[in-house]
Structure formats: C-alpha cells, structure tokens
C-alpha cells in the first residue's frame, strides 16, 4: 500500500544531542510538510517542501532544518534540541497545491 | 492567523447529531477537516474549496461559506468510532500549499 512512513516511531535524546527524524513516502507526492504537534494542540507547520523548493515558515527556530535529498525521502534535523522541543513530529504529504494531506504515524520526540 | 473553531470539545451519546465550526478572519480559498484519534496520526476526512459547495462522505458532510469565512462539519448519528479530535486547517490563498490549523474540537461518543 502507498504510505507515508517515519521512523522511528519513538525517539529519546538528550539536551543539546542533535537529532535527525526521517520520513518516507510511496505516493510519489510533490509536496513534503513537516509539523510539530505537541499535547493538546494542532499540528504546527514548520516548514514544507515543493518538490526542492524549500519553504521555511518565519517562526520556526533556526534550531530545525530540513534536508529533501529526493522525492521519497525528507529529514528532519534539530541541532541543538531543547526541553521545550518535546513532541509528536509529523510529516504529511500532498500531490500539490490544495490537494488533501495525507500524515505519517509520527515520530514522539522526548529531551532528557 | 489561526482559524477558530467551536465547540472545544463535545460529548455525544451514539447516534446523536454534532456540528463543528470553523471560522476565519481572513478570506478562505479552501478547508481541509481532519480527524485524529488519540496517539495517531490526523487522517483527512474531505476539502471544501471556495464556491459554497458542500460535501458528503458517509454520515459526516461539510459546508464552506465563503461570504462568512467559515465552515462547518456535520457528523449525523454519530458512531463510537467517531471520537477524536476535529481540525479544521484553512488555506487563505490559492496555491499557497500550506493549512493552518484550528485548536480543534475533541468529540466523544458514549455507547
């Protein structure tokens, strides 16, 4: 079945630790969308990609990148994480401009 | 500039009727629903572009309201599988590629 992978499911670093989360997408999908979703809340866009194009929302901390080295594949790096960067971190697709997205199952990112 | 969406959360017995809202200050090009079940992933339920139309999938329909700058989620007697977390993400210009999300509406359904 096409589907929208993250691994891995659950992460442990510690403070500082850099990190990377990946994911990976059957559906040949254009356009790849990293969240942030923590407890309670809705999913925050940080940044999204338009097949290379790479757009970077203006309050995400320049503490998050991103690396989308082909069409099936976009990472998820925090350099330096922080208590407060403690998350769901979901990535969704979606085969372009105002088109439905379709989620991964997420990474739970927990900073000791 | 996040959408609001009402009520915040909702308890249903099974069978019973609920409507989410969604609202916006800013003119809407189109609205994506979405449900999340507890430690999931959001999964898409339908998109409303702009025009009014309404759509229908099963017993959950929806409305968009260009001129008010809202929409609405209709979910008819409703199942226990119904429960979870409602978002509404709104696009405020065509092609922009990217959803806000409301807050959402946490509704659960009791046998």
């Known amino acids: 079945d096409a589907m929208v992978i993250q691994n891995p499911r659950y992460q442990v670093t510690q403070f500082g630790k850099p990190v990377t989360l990946s994911c990976s997408q059957t559906?040949?999908?254009?356009?790849m969308y990293w969240y942030q979703q923590k407890s309670s809340q809705a999913p925050k866009l940080l940044f999204h990609y338009y097949d290379k194009d790479f757009n970077n929302e203006a309050d995400t901390p320049d503490n998050f990148q991103s690396r989308r080295p082909n069409t099936s594949f976009c990472f998820l790096d925090i350099r330096s994480p922080g208590l407060g960067d403690a998350a769901m971190y979901l990535c969704a697709t979606s085969p372009g401009l105002s088109y439905e997205q379709y989620f991964g199952p997420g990474t739970r990112l927990t900073v000791t | 500039q996040q959408p609001v969406q009402s009520p915040q959360a909702v308890i249903l017995r099974e069978g019973e009727d609920a409507v989410i809202n969604c609202s916006s200050s800013?003119?809407?090009?189109?609205v994506h629903w979405y449900r999340q079940k507890h430690g999931e992933a959001p999964v898409f339920l339908m998109i409303l572009l702009k025009g009014g139309e309404q759509k229908g999938h099963d017993k959950i329909s929806a409305s968009f309201n260009e001129k008010k700058q809202q929409s609405s989620l209709y979910l008819t007697a409703s199942q226990l599988s119904y429960s979870g977390t409602y978002f509404c993400?709104?696009?405020?210009?065509?092609?922009?590629?990217?959803?806000?999300f409301g807050k959402g509406t946490k509704l659960t359904v009791n046998p």
């Open positions: 993400g709104t696009e405020t210009q065509g092609g922009s590629e990217k959803l806000v």
């Open positions: 800013k003119a809407l090009y189109s």
């Open positions: 559906l040949n999908h254009n356009v």
